[in-house]
Nanobody
Framework: VQLQASGGGMVQAGGSLRLSCAAS????????MSWFRQAPGKEREFVAA????????TYADSVKGRATISRDNAKNTMYLQMNSLKSEDTAVYYC???????????????????WGKGTQVTVSS
């Protein structure tokens, strides 16, 4: 599956962004989808994951309450709505697809089957 993230940009602290991840080349609904991010000088970290049908979501503590992950299997697209953005949210955001059966297996250290190119999010204070 090929993944393309979009929607990044520069936003002021307290603002919002909606990231999208378009998938192609395979049956989108077969994959548990997730977002990761990597800030300058830091390791890539898990942000959020959503199950194949969209019924289960998990979030990193750092974004819980401020982020909403969703997907539209008919459109082969996943989303990440980020609100109340902080400077520490500045990073390159990557979408990922995995054949795991649940979101429970998605974390900072889990192997991921497919990665998309990232989209830069910059939050200015």
């Amino acid at each position: 599956v090929q993944l393309q993230a979009s929607g990044g940009g520069m936003v002021q602290a307290g603002g919002s962004l909606r990231l999208s991840c378009a998938a192609s080349g395979s049956t989108f609904s077969r994959y548990t989808m997730s977002w990761f991010r990597q800030a300058p000088g830091k390791e890539r970290e898990f942000v959020a994951a959503i199950s194949r049908a969209g019924g289960t979501t998990t979030y990193a503590d750092s974004v819980k309450g401020r982020a909403t992950i969703s997907r539209d299997n008919a459109k082969n697209t996943m989303y990440l709505q980020m609100n109340s953005l902080k400077s520490e949210d500045t990073a390159v955001y990557y979408c990922a697809a995995d054949r795991s059966l649940s979101t429970a297996g998605i974390n900072n250290y889990s192997p991921i089957d497919y990665w998309g190119k990232g989209t830069q999010v910059t939050v200015s204070s």
